[in-house]
């Protein structure tokens, strides 16, 4: 059995070189809104580290707290048990912003906007991280729910289309 390879027999083979992988709604998507995405869901992703070390800073402060806040026994009413309580609420959250940072359920987008409201009043620096965090919440709507589109989708079709871009 020959196979009809044409008039050329030494023709470099033909293929359709463009590989779209990824879904489909990235693809359809104007390049800049890609970008923007791309950008929003890598910012989420530092955010998630930052609220990592958060969580790691209030566990240590709560292994801590029994020497320094609950041993306080010149404090009216237990006093004491309010900076732990704080800690506590604190660590619990940054947990649920780093988990969340990651996995991105519907309720995650909206601990990470909470995080970062309280994160602009810690000025100079939280500010900064604030205003960087609500903006890539913001911008990063379709990173979080049911029909999320994932970072290593985003990221992949975004690194094939800026190749195509240039």
Partial sequence: MTEDVGDDVFAPPRANLEVREG???LWEMPFKE???LYLASLNIRA????YGLGMLEGLVILADSPANFLNARDLPNNAGIVPVAFFAVFTAMALAGCVSSYSRPNWGRW???VLCAISLLLIPIGTAIGIMGLIAYAQG???FGPGRLGHK???AVYRQRKVNEK
Avoid: F, Q, T
């Fill in 153 to 155: 989708d985003v990221a």
């Fill in 23 to 25: 879904p489909e709604a």
């Fill in 47 to 50: 955010l998630g580290a930052l």
């Fill in 141 to 143: 709507g379709k990173l």
């Fill in 34 to 36: 890609l970008r923007k």
């Fill in 111 to 113: 601990i990470g906007i």
